[in-house]
């Protein structure tokens, strides 16, 4: 079993709204967690990256939570616009010394005029 | 632009041959990862360098090997390639050996045939 669930595993919206993209994980310890954005055929762009101690980053109209006592993070995106069609990976680490890090299959976001 | 370079774009080559992909990280960076992407699968985690030396291992096949030169690029070699080799390539840089803040390239597309 994946150590990162992420969900949905897409989404489609209209242009303009919000929405909330979910990942739970089971990686233990926990160092970071970070979320990326990967537009089709390209590389992941980093949004976010979290720490134990942080429970909220924003980047624009990204905006991440994180609560490590319940293993889970959010990522909304507000006022959604057509360029944010794309895959969104969340990625966990653990604190060990070979930094072993967790990929989520990612959720596949349509954002539609 | 993330400043990590890889070449080359596009690779088509045949079952059980070997092929070299090559990735210069970002100026400053001394780590570079090396991930797998096959078709709507997410991203695999293969192995990371830090410094020239190996400093993680994730899925790596045995057919699969990578070094990390004294200018800090990298190569990936892939050899016996079968059909199921095909896939995204992406190299990531951060400047520490740890992945907290990461800079993929745009990705060597691999087509065995």
């Known amino acids: 079993k994946n150590q990162v669930e992420q969900s949905p595993q897409s989404l489609i919206i209209l242009e303009g709204k919000n929405c909330t993209l979910q990942c739970n994980y089971t990686v233990s310890p926990f160092s970071n967690l970070r979320w990326y954005k990967q537009d089709t055929g390209r590389g992941p762009v980093s949004l976010t990256i979290m720490t134990f101690s942080e429970n909220t980053k924003s980047n624009g109209r990204y905006t991440a939570t994180l609560d490590a006592d319940t293993k889970q993070s959010s990522l909304h995106i507000t006022a959604s616009q057509l360029s944010d069609s794309a895959s969104y990976i969340c990625?966990?680490?653990?604190?060990?010394?070979?930094?072993?890090?967790?990929f989520g299959a990612g959720t596949r976001l349509t954002v539609k005029p | 632009d993330s400043g990590v370079t890889q070449t080359p774009k596009h690779l088509i080559t045949a079952t059980g041959q070997r092929v070299t992909l090559r990735c210069s990280p970002r100026?400053?960076?001394?780590?570079v990862y090396w991930y797998q992407q096959s078709l709507d699968q997410g991203l695999q985690f293969l192995i990371q360098?830090?410094?020239?030396?190996?400093?993680a291992k994730g899925n790596i096949l045995e057919r699969f090997s990578a070094q990390q030169f004294p200018d800090l690029h990298s190569e990936l070699n892939l050899s016996s390639l079968e059909l199921g080799d095909s896939a995204l390539y992406f190299c990531?840089?951060?400047?520490?050996?740890?992945?907290?803040?990461?800079?993929f390239g745009p990705g060597t597309r691999l087509t065995v045939t």
């Open positions: 990531a840089s951060s400047i520490s050996g740890t992945p907290y803040e990461q800079y």
């Open positions: 360098y830090y410094n020239g030396e190996e400093r």
């Open positions: 990625v966990v680490s653990a604190s060990f010394g070979n930094n072993d890090m967790r």
């Open positions: 100026s400053g960076d001394l780590s």
